[in-house]
């Protein structure tokens, strides 16, 4: 199945070229622990840069690499793979630390900074993939769990259930539609000073429904002295007894339907 939403094969120089621009961005950092990334960042950016370039090119990817939802969101193995011999032909520094867990095998860290080393990568990628995959770098950097999030509300991982192939087609953009009797065309049609005498006479209008509802407004003063008699404690044991049993301490688990992967509140803007 490689390639299924991809037109051209993989190319393993575009992907070392992302994991070294990559970690070059995040090397332009003042604190040198910010600048340390490890696999798991440089996996997900080098999706970010796909996902960049297929919204401006139909749907195809710039690595052409087969992109699956595993665990922690998106993730390649070849991407993986590549990591150490993109960043060692950049000279970069490896740091490795002890893994917390002892079924875990040692963490790795990576750095570089160079910035006519980032000049020259900058400008062998699309500007479609640095003008979006430059800020995404700096505001998450190394920050796990909000890099995590970021990917996870991306339109390909929202279509998709664990296991399943990435479609970067669902990313593509398209043009807001303008109808012809709309405002905003309607607004262009003006002269200067008829534009500034309408924007005056909306922020007259605007102040004047404000100040309306600020006089209707009205707070409702409450209980002095609340009395906490029988009545009050039986009525407060009977709402108890509507939620029903209380949760016994312990550790719990929780079991979702498959289905809750294609479930149309997934895909809402405000899922957690």
């Keep these: 199945m490689q390639g299924l939403f991809s037109a051209m094969p993989v190319d393993l120089s575009r992907i070392d070229l992302l994991v070294q621009y990559a970690l070059l961005v995040a090397g332009e950092g003042d604190d040198l622990f910010e600048r340390q990334l490890g696999p798991i960042h440089l996996v997900k950016y080098v999706y970010l840069g796909d996902l960049a370039y297929a919204q401006r090119n139909n749907g195809e ?13 998106p993730w390649s193995n070849t991407v993986h793979e590549r990591i150490a011999p993109a960043l060692q032909a950049i000279g970069a520094d490896k740091r490795t630390f002890e893994s917390d867990y002892d079924e875990k095998s040692d963490w790795f860290r990576w750095s570089v900074r160079s910035d006519d080393l980032l000049t020259a990568k900058e400008r062998s990628l699309p500007a479609a993939v640095t003008i979006q995959l430059r800020p995404v770098i700096r505001k998450f950097g190394k920050d796990t769990p909000s890099l995590l999030n970021h990917v996870y509300r991306t339109a390909p991982m929202l279509e ?3 296991g399943e192939v990435l479609d970067f087609r669902l990313a593509v953009k398209s043009k807001p539609k303008v109808e012809a009797g709309s405002t905003t065309l309607r607004m262009e049609t003006l002269s200067e000073k008829k534009k500034k005498a309408f924007k005056e006479r909306m922020t007259e209008l605007q102040k004047s429904v404000s100040t309306r509802a600020s006089r209707k407004a009205g707070l ?12 009050y404690e039986d009525g407060v044991a009977w709402l108890d007894q509507l939620a029903g049993e209380h949760f016994t301490p312990g550790e719990k688990v929780a079991e979702f339907s498959p289905d809750v992967w294609k479930s149309t509140t997934r895909k809402g803007s405000d899922v957690p």
Excluded: L, M
């Design 220 to 231: 409702i003063n409450p209980v002095k002295n609340a009395r906490h008699d029988d009545i």
């Design 61 to 73: 990817t710039f690595t052409g690499i087969e992109w699956k939802f595993h665990s922690f969101g």
């Design 160 to 162: 998709a259930a664990p």
